[in-house]
């Protein structure tokens, strides 16, 4: 049976008996991994091949990397256009917004910034989308390390898209077949100490509510905590999702929920003030204290730029329609990319 995370219904599956195991064994974690994508959409995953001290060592440089002067972060520069997601982005540059696309409506949601800063890394293969990288005498070994630590993550992408197939009934090259390019997206996240009283009145916010765009996101968190999970049986409750040593979060993106005509579920998910135990200065007021710092890499899978993604013969019928029509990976992606930055 599939372990829970004890603060939430997230299921907690073991990769190593997919790693090395038989038929069997792979077919009862593609069933698990099946389970929690239909059902909560996320899950946490141990034993997942990505070696604990790889992942330190990524957030040393990420710490590194955030801790530069601002004009040294700004030698790499997140281009104008949303679609174009490499580079720096610093404090309030990009407002998570989901499924608003308006000026209007995008510019109200403005109106309560993002307080965090990141850094876009994508395939150092990709000639579509360059990386953007700092000078190297800034940081001397960033860049090497990331690249490495990109194509370990891309070996955990292809076991993870096995895995969804079998779990689908699908050939279990199908999902990799969309993915050859390796077109994703590591993501370096930090964000910065903050008054923790403008978290919880509304006045500032980490990341507010949002699903994720592509097939998959593999994320690594720090032990501050933050990350809420919208809960499966109530809309508007969100449960922590806390950081659990030696695990990883995975969850599903629009891209996989539309492929199987919401069989699976993109949930929405969002960064906020860590739990903290409430407190007051004697006089009924704030003791205006201030949030950890937090950091966190997220990996983001997604399809080849021009693979159009269509409802899965499997997953529609007389009494099932189409939900979606079919749009091709990149345009669903700048479509949301556009309306963030």
Not at 80 to 96: D, I, L, M, N
């Given at each position: 049976?599939?372990?829970?995370?004890?603060?939430?219904?997230?299921?907690i599956i073991d990769l190593e008996p997919a790693r090395n195991g038989g038929p069997e064994a792979i077919a009862k974690v593609a069933h698990e991994v099946y389970q929690a994508f239909k059902y909560v959409g996320f899950a946490y995953i141990k034993n997942h091949g990505v070696p604990q001290e790889l992942v330190d060592e990524a957030f040393g440089w990420s710490a590194q990397f955030f801790a530069l002067p601002q004009a040294d972060k700004d030698k790499a520069p997140h281009p104008?256009?949303?679609?174009?997601?490499?580079?720096?982005?610093?404090?309030?540059?990009?407002?998570?917004v989901q499924m608003v696309f308006d000026g209007d409506g995008i510019a109200d949601c403005?109106?309560?910034?993002?307080?965090?800063?990141?850094?876009?890394?994508?395939?150092?293969?990709?000639?579509?989308?360059?990386?953007i990288w700092i000078p190297e005498e800034v940081l001397p070994g960033f860049r090497g390390f990331f690249a490495k630590f990109f194509d370990t993550c891309s070996d955990l992408e292809t076991l993870m898209l096995r895995l969804i197939a079998?779990?689908?009934?699908?050939?279990?090259?199908?999902?990799?077949d969309y993915h050859q390019d390796r077109t994703n997206q590591c993501r370096l996240?930090?964000?910065?100490?903050?008054?923790?009283?403008?978290?919880?009145?509304g006045k500032a916010e980490r990341i507010a509510a949002h699903t994720d765009f592509g097939t998959m996101t593999i994320l690594f968190q720090d032990e501050v905590g933050g990350l809420e999970v919208e809960d499966i049986h109530e809309k508007g409750k969100f449960n922590p999702a806390p950081y659990i040593p030696g695990t990883a979060v995975v969850n599903i993106g629009d891209l996989l929920m539309r492929w199987s005509n919401h069989e699976l579920k993109s949930t929405m998910h969002r960064v906020r003030a860590p739990p903290l135990v409430e407190a007051n200065n004697?006089?009924?007021?704030?003791?205006?204290?201030?949030?950890?710092?937090?950091?966190?890499i997220p990996y983001f899978i997604s399809p080849d730029r021009d693979r159009v993604i269509e409802c899965l013969p499997n997953c529609h019928g007389p009494d099932r329609p189409k939900m979606y029509e079919g749009i091709t990976s990149s345009d669903y992606i700048a479509m949301r990319m556009n309306a963030t930055y």
């Open positions: 049976m599939v372990a829970l995370a004890e603060t939430s219904s997230i299921p104008p256009e949303g679609w174009y997601h490499r580079g720096y982005s610093g404090v309030g540059r990009e407002k998570v403005r109106k309560i910034p993002d307080v965090k800063e990141s850094f876009e890394i994508g395939n150092e293969s990709d000639k579509h989308m360059l990386n079998l779990g689908m009934g699908l050939d279990e090259h199908f999902f990799l996240l930090h964000y910065p100490a903050v008054e923790e009283e403008l978290l919880r009145l004697g006089e009924g007021g704030s003791t205006g204290r201030m949030t950890k710092p937090r950091y966190s």
